[in-house]
């Protein structure tokens, strides 16, 4: 176990190096828009809760912008601001993963983007496609559907193939299933079962 901690922070000094390889990401909507940026992060090796490694592309940004916004916590609702993001990209699930964070890096919240998974055009540039459907979910576990609305509107108007829209729902019903599982097993509390290297939560590995 400690060879494994010691070679994942390896990795996590590797995507931090400046000689780094430049990574590109292009976001695309179902409707033509899309648009593109570059990863500040790279990829990563990441043990997953049932035995295998998966590679990820992390990405971190802050907002120009802070925002305040209300988080559940088990003293009640309490207002913080959200400044900054981790976003984990999977070439392997039907999923993007996104935590909020404040300035002194508490999670606000996750949430669930339902997409293409990730694939390479070229070399070190990449894309995904937005499928409208999302899931937000506090650090207690609590789930909220988002979107739901915009998501039919692209399976009625045939920009949405039903072929993906299956994948969609099989996969949020994969991140539901993970969630409770998480949940049942270690308490209301999604943050305790945070990968102690790169910070990402069990439930997405697991689903």
Not at 49 to 65: A, M, Q, T, V, W
Not at 187 to 203: A, L, N, Q, S, Y
């Amino acid at each position: 176990m400690r060879r494994r901690v010691m070679s994942n922070a390896r990795e996590l000094c590797q995507w931090k190096c400046p000689s780094r390889p430049r990574i590109f990401y292009r976001k695309e909507k179902l409707r033509g828009a899309c648009w593109e940026y570059e990863i500040a992060g790279g990829w990563i090796t990441v043990p997953s809760p049932c035995g295998d490694e998966r590679s990820i592309l992390r990405h971190e940004f802050r907002f120009y912008r802070p925002r305040e916004t209300t988080i559940r916590t088990p003293y009640g609702d309490q207002t913080v601001r959200r400044t900054a993001a981790e976003q984990w990209f999977f070439p392997d699930r039907w999923f993007s993963l996104l935590r909020f964070t404040t300035a002194d890096d508490h999670t606000v919240g996750y949430y669930v983007n339902f997409s293409h998974p990730l694939r390479e055009l070229r070399v070190n540039y990449y894309r995904d496609i937005d499928l409208e459907l999302d899931l937000w979910l506090d650090t207690d576990g609590t789930m909220t559907e988002l979107d739901r609305d915009e998501f039919e509107d692209e399976i009625a108007c045939q920009r949405l193939s039903p072929d993906w829209a299956r994948e969609v729902h099989t996969a949020a019903e994969s991140v539901i299933a993970a969630v409770n599982h998480c949940v049942d097993a270690h308490g209301p509390d999604v943050e305790c079962t945070r990968d102690p290297v790169f910070g990402i939560p069990e439930f997405i590995l697991r689903a």
